[in-house]
Antibody, heavy 121, light 109 residues
């Protein structure tokens, strides 16, 4: 079954940029149309950040849109997240997830284990 | 922007009991855009139900979802010890647009 693994720095400075990569294994990134980033913190709960189609189309959470960029590299079976202008409020566990590959349905059926990112000087 | 409200916040039950969790949207939504997740401590959420009533592969039959309009429910027919954890509903709000999550319901023994 498909496996997802997030990677990236666990500590980032305020005003800096968070860069994370999600590596997809035991399956192709084309196994589903869409892939997402989600974060979770005690204060904000679960928060969807962005989604990307394996063809490169993207959609962003309006509340984060000005600070977020996601991209995909099909040759590496990976997709990535960049979040800039960081503050302590961006401290969270960041997950990557796969959308259910069922037309017209919504849900995230595979998730990475999550990576804790702390924003601190 | 649609708001999802889960109730109750915490529920105290015993193994073997039946439980129904509620997820209410602030406006009428598309049922196929509603999902339920279970999250164990220190783990990622696990998809239980998508499209309001479709059980995800590998999910035990004791889990079922239903609802339409603004009111959706997740029912666990007979609680097992491993079911005592946190449950979230999720909705795709096409008008916003974004995926939104409820605040969660915790089942405790």
């Amino acid at each position: 079954q498909v496996q997802l693994q997030e990677s990236g720095p666990g500590l980032v400075k305020p005003s800096g940029t968070l860069s994370l990569t999600c590596s997809v294994s035991s399956g192709s990134i084309t196994s589903a149309f869409w892939w997402s980033w989600v974060r979770q913190s005690p204060g904000r709960g679960l928060e969807w950040i962005a989604e990307i189609h394996h063809g490169g189309s993207t959609n962003y959470n309006p509340s984060l849109k000005s600070r977020v960029t996601v991209s995909v590299d099909k040759s590496k079976n990976q997709f990535s997240l960049n979040l800039n202008s960081l503050t302590a409020a961006d401290t969270a566990v960041y997950y990557c997830a796969r959308h259910v590959p069922v037309t017209g349905q919504r849900g995230f059926d595979y998730w990475g284990q999550g990576t804790l990112v702390t924003v601190s000087s | 922007e649609i708001v999802l409200t889960q109730s109750p916040g915490t529920l105290s039950l015993s193994p073997g009991e039946r439980v129904t969790l509620s997820c209410r949207a602030s406006q009428i939504v598309t049922s196929s855009y509603l999902a339920w997740y279970q999250q164990q401590p220190g783990q990622a959420p696990r998809l239980l139900i998508y499209g309001a009533s479709n059980r995800a592969p590998g999910i035990p039959a004791r889990f079922s979802g239903s609802g339409s309009g603004t009111d959706f429910t997740l029912t666990i027919s007979r609680l097992e010890p491993e079911d005592f954890t946190v449950y979230y509903c999720q909705l795709y709000d096409s008008s916003y647009p974004a995926y939104i999550f409820g605040q969660g319901t915790k089942l405790e023994i």
